[in-house]
């Protein structure tokens, strides 16, 4: 007679238990003691010397409390460079995002040849700023670019503007420049995101008689507020910091207009009054103003911004 077959319960999964409160610390060591070394020192150093006016030359310093913080504010340069940023960060957040998810919602198509257009869409990814900035100042340039070799060759030589001598068309040069940088980024997002959409609800929405601008605005964009929310903050940090390169490459901040370069933004005045005119204590205080700004904004988007954010199924 035949014996029924023993049933084992199954091991339990083998894993890892601290058993003291030390081990876990032990672990973490390495990487705060490289936060400390190279992030949180160098921030409290920064703050420091924001109250202080600083000679690095002479190594000198002397105690100014908030004046730096003070001069700046009421500073007309300073102003007129804090609102470019601000109309730089606004045009290309908001125009970045429409235009990648414009691009990201086409290449989510089922069409021939949609994998070669979706890699063309995500190489500028690959570039660095740098390099991204050297290719537009040749495609701009006055002289040689190939931009202006079109338009002398539709205008018969009359219209070739020096797009780096006049401020309005320097500015719209850097701002198209940062939006075209930032697109492979925020298509990469979409793109993943469009995918992953579920697709029984925008056919339902399909067979109830939606348009597909109805079903895109209706269905899809509620669906793709969380990932929205996301690169809305992300771009805007970029659009802060890493507009350095561009600006430097294509225009070094200028061409001057009224109080400033019209080009200049915050991180660049912050380079020129730190690595230029040695002005170090006025450089950290732009450090410490432009935290705040970042605490500002984070504060503000998980305020304000998650109130819109759509994380149903």
Known sequence: MLKPAQTTA??????AV??????PWLFLIPTLLILAVFIYLPALRTLRL????????LGTERFVGVQNVTELLLSPAY???ALQTLVFTVLTVSLGLLCSLSLAWLASRKVRGAKAYRLLLIYPYA???AIAGTLWLFMFNPEIGVVNQILGSLTAGEVKPRWLDDPILAFGLVTLAAIWKGLAYNIVFYLATIQNLPGDVMQAAEIDGASPSQVFWRVAFPLLTPITFFLVFTNIIAALFDSFALTDILTRGGPYFQNAGITTFLVYQLYQDGFV?????????????????????????????????HYGG
């Open 50 to 57: 924001a109250a202080f006016q600083a000679n690095i030359i």
């Open 10 to 15: 199954p091991a339990a999964e083998d894993t």
């Open 277 to 309: 005119n040695f002005k170090t204590g006025v450089a950290a205080a732009q450090a410490a103003l432009m935290l705040a700004l970042v605490a500002f904004i984070t504060w503000m988007q998980f305020r304000v911004g998650e109130r819109r954010v």
């Open 79 to 81: 102003r007129q460079v």
């Open 18 to 23: 601290f058993r003291g409160s030390v081990t």
């Open 127 to 129: 570039l660095s700023p």
